[in-house]
Nanobody, 116 residues
Framework: QLQLVESGGGLVQPGGSLRLSCAVS??????????MGWYRQAPEKQRELVAR???????YYADSVKGRFTISRDNAKNTVSLQMNNLRPKDTAVYYC????????WGQGTQVTVSS
């Protein structure tokens, strides 16, 4: 089973940028063939998928982040990243990575707070 460690969150003003990283340990072969996703959970809301990426690079984005967020992966380093630009207060949440559909234990996530 994959193990996931997210990092890169923080406090940023509206319009700012952050880059999140997810270090994935476990089976490199499993990672290579897994669709990987970034999810987020805002206070009192359900966790939702933000973006996902196939091993070949095909991507999907939720409508709320399309054009602002970019997901990428490095299969050699077992990492998944999320570049977030033009952040909005509604992007405030704890961000997690996992396979899609999720099949690993959730990591601790990384807090993103967008506020002036």
């Amino acid at each position: 089973q994959l193990q996931l460690v997210e990092s890169g969150g923080g406090l940023v003003q509206p319009g700012g940028s952050l880059r999140l990283s997810c270090a994935v340990s476990g089976s490199s072969l499993q990672f290579r063939f897994s669709v990987m996703g970034w999810y987020r959970q805002a206070p009192e809301k359900q966790r939702e998928l933000v973006a996902r990426i196939r091993t070949g690079g095909y991507t999907y984005y939720a409508d709320s982040v399309k054009g602002r967020f970019t997901i990428s992966r490095d299969n050699a380093k077992n990492t998944v990243s999320l570049q977030m630009n033009n952040l909005r207060p509604k992007d405030t949440a704890v961000y997690y990575c996992n396979a899609w559909p999720e099949n690993a234990d959730w990591g601790q996530g990384t807090q993103v707070t967008v506020s002036s």
